[in-house]
């Protein structure tokens, strides 16, 4: 069983994703990528950052968005071309988003279960080991159906989000419809949806019989999830999440930015905005943190969080 970092659009960056990796996470994704933009795409434009990786992260997925089958070909010759190659190709065929949706990609392909089946094989032409990411369907329940196809078609593994595209993140993750996949398909099925806590994660295992979960939005606020969840399945116990564990999550997260010449300001507003919710007067901090205009300001108010944490505890 593994436990998975779940893709996330503006948030799971290399820096992100390393951070989650070093803390528990056995497989990492990149941002969901245009197919369109990646096979288009020269160094230094924004889609070739967003799909670069390093090899600490690995094992990694590269996740792409696409309608159309020749979109997915020109990115698997330009993904094949690299030298040094993502471990799967992730289709995404769960994205919620209006915008994606309205242009038939995401969640709208699990529509036409054909047609996300032939963009499996179309990305095997770049030679590595193809995933798809589902939702429960579109309005009503379908991914037995589109899971079934896309493993005939090749893809050597199938993310279940237990929501359909309506629910976006609201209302409740139905992890039975993971368990109805699990039990129609040979290959390994990950879960997804509303593991929010390790307790979370082993009922998920003991309901779905899913062969790995995935962790999205909870890792946001608690990239240490990951390590508090290994140590919940092989033991039982875990050590609670501190108001201070927000705090050393972003100055990790800081240093790997800067490491890895990441640094950017607006990115590390929002990590410090997440990853210290719990601290009590962050929604006061937040405003401040919104306004800040460079990294002196953020690391101020980084420190003003820090002294009320200590003054409260």
């Not at 368990?179 to 949806?193: L, M, N, P």
């Not at 990853?275 to 980084?302: Q, Y």
Request: glycine share 8%; net charge positive.
């Amino acid at each position: 069983m593994k436990l998975v970092m779940a893709p996330m659009f503006g948030v799971t960056n290399m820096p992100f994703r390393l951070l989650c990796r070093r803390h528990g996470a056995d497989w990492v994704y990149t941002e969901m990528i245009s197919a369109k933009a990646l096979s288009k795409t020269t160094e230094g434009k924004k889609t070739a950052r967003m799909a670069l990786f390093c090899s600490e992260e690995k094992p990694v997925s590269l996740q792409l968005f696409t309608n159309c089958e020749e979109w997915v070909r020109d990115a698997a010759r330009e993904i094949s071309s690299w030298e040094k190659k993502p471990d799967f190709i992730d289709l995404n065929f769960c994205c919620p988003s209006k915008n994606i949706v309205g242009q038939g990609g995401g969640c709208a392909l699990m529509q036409n279960p054909v047609l996300c089946a032939r963009i499996v094989e179309t990305a095997l032409d770049a030679g590595l080991p193809v995933s798809v990411k589902l939702r429960s369907g579109l309005a009503k329940e379908n991914a037995v159906e589109v899971a079934v196809a896309c493993e005939r078609a090749g893809a050597s593994l199938v993310a279940v989000h237990g929501r359909n595209c309506s629910q976006g993140f609201s209302g409740e993750s139905d992890w039975q419809a993971i368990k109805r996949v699990k039990q129609a398909v040979g290959v390994q099925v990950t879960g997804s949806g509303d593991v929010r806590a390790p307790e979370d994660a082993e009922r998920m295992l003991e309901e779905t019989g899913c062969d790995n979960i995935m962790v999205g939005r909870a890792a946001m606020k608690d990239p240490f999830i990951f390590e508090r969840t290994k140590s919940f399945l092989a033991t039982g116990d875990y050590d609670k999440k501190t108001a201070l564990d927000g705090l050393r999550a972003f100055d990790e997260y800081l240093s790997i930015c800067k490491e890895k010449k990441m640094l950017e300001v607006q990115d590390v507003k929002m990590k410090l905005m997440w990853f210290t919710s719990s601290i009590p007067g962050s929604a006061k901090a937040r405003e401040k943190i919104s306004r800040a205009k460079s990294l002196e300001e953020i690391k101020k108010i980084r420190g003003e969080l820090e002294a009320t944490s200590c003054t409260r505890s």
